[in-house]
């Protein structure tokens, strides 16, 4: 092909560029702002504590010593393990914490990762197709959003032995649509780019094209969404556990502790607001958390993260 | 010569919840012989773009295609989506208008070069990435080895056209169809790629379809020319003879029309395109 002539463009060579890229860029963007920078390093502690701790304080957590029954916090009398106090049958409440944060974290990730997935290809399928499948998908979707989904979750774990692997399923299955709506929504947008077009033209099939082609481009989304639903799902276990349908005994999770509590709540606030202190801090971490993972993945938002000259006001 | 691509009465219909449409396409036909250009001319609206969509087979509903196209024998009107498939890219290649957005943007143009090649035609994935480069080199890529890892917003317009070209031209195909491939490109580009889409038709052998509304475009790619108007193919033929000796009236006032003289589009009706000025035809030659 040597009579095919140079291009007649001129050709811009990028200089080397000492600037980050990549995931450099996204850790230096994380030490610009406080907040994501606090709720990353909560999250993250409560994940080693989550994998690290609970085999080894497993027994010493569910030891019941009725003689320490509603032990007052902050004291060292009884040992580390007692720092935060006793609950009503005398467990250690630090290692009672410790045991419900490798319970709430499980079943929250575990219910939004399943659900992410599922509602992610779901809503591809659903978009990219289109007609009489994206028209069932749809309706169901419908369906489920009409169903207030703790009322949902009350009636299956009521049928249904409550447990772990219970929970988790009725738990994803309720927030599929989440990312069914999200994911088709953005699948109906893509659909019509020319570059899905261009792959058609090469004859590629409409799996390839979904596989490759759409999805790369909708997971930013769907992590996002599912960064925020992290917290709702947390809250919404805690809540199933509060009522007594989630996990049982020996199992543990912050909604049962806080539901254990409730009734000492006038002379022993601990038992309660320890764990309901640990909701709310984990729940807002991931809320936080995920507003800034948005902002950090989208180049129009990149002025957030410069830093005023000269002591100026500074952005977010 | 043999005939490569045979259409047939050509019918494109889009419907509508109110009954169908006015037809994109009514009744085209056209034939093209192997390594011929053919550039197909109009206006907006024309029916040219549905056209060249129609020959690939992408025409989705609510579009619905009639007649026949035969492509090296094959029929592809109404075709299961196998054989399509076949033809796509190996067949028939195409390069779309929008080269801007032609790439995926999150795979470097060598991922997508090569995606094709491994799943196509069956090659490694180092043979796959080293037949890339040289498909760069082939389009004109400057430093194609490096800038095979490059991603699409590294490259300028022109260049990503280039690689469109590159991917559309990939698998070998026996006809490629461009459409409108250089008008969202400035003047001294659109120059680079017609001399580089000339050459590649030179070399390899490959037919192509140029889709254009610019009649200085046509002359530079094509041999043959096929003006539509209004969903219908108005005039047919060499392209010195069409452009010095019009003979449908539309021709004349497309081969006139230039700023100036403008008058409006309402003139145009279906069929009673009038001559007026047909003295003052534009002497392109």
Known sequence: MSSVPAASELEVVPAADPRPTGGRLTVHRLLRSPSALLSASWLAFLVVVAVALPPFVETAANRQDLSLRLLPPFSLDEGFAFVLGADSLGRPELLQLVMGTRSSLLVAVTAVAAAAVVGMALGLVSGYFGGWVDEILMRIADVMHTIPSLLLALAVLYVLQPSVGNLVIVLAVTRVPVYLRTARAEALALRERVFVESSRAVGARDWRIIRTDLAPLVVPTIRTVAMLELASVLLAAAGLSFLGIGLQRPDVDWGMMVADGRAYLASAWWVTVLPGVAIVLTALAANLLSNWLRAAEDPAQAARFVRRPRGGRRAA | MTTLLEVEDLRVEFLTDAGPARPAVNGVDLRLGAGETLALLGESGSGKSVTSRA?????????????????????????????????????????????????????????????????????????????????????????????????????????????????????????????????????????GILRLLRGLTEDTGMAMVFVTHDLAVAKQVAERVMVMFDGRAVEEGSIGNVFAAPSHPYTRRLLSAHPGRARHWRDLTKGEARDDDGEETHRAG
């Open chain 2, 55 to 191: 020959l690939m087979g992408l025409v989705d509903f609510p579009g619905v295609v009639r007649g026949s196209i035969r492509f090296d024998g094959t029929e592809l009107v109404d075709a299961p989506d196998r054989t399509l498939r076949r033809v796509r890219g190996t067949g028939i290649g195409m390069v779309f208008q929008d080269s801007l957005d032609s790439l995926n943007p999150v795979y470097t143009v060598g991922a997508q070069l090569t995606e094709a090649l491994q799943v196509r035609m069956g090659m490694t994935r180092a043979d796959a990435r080293s037949r890339s480069v040289e498909l760069l080199e082939a389009v004109g890529i400057v430093d194609a080895e490096q800038r095979v890892d490059a991603y699409p917003h590294q490259f300028s317009g022109g260049m990503r056209q280039r690689v469109c070209i590159a991917m559309a031209v990939a698998l070998r195909p026996r006809l490629l169809i461009a459409d409108e491939p250089t008008t969202a490109l400035d003047v001294t580009v659109q120059a």
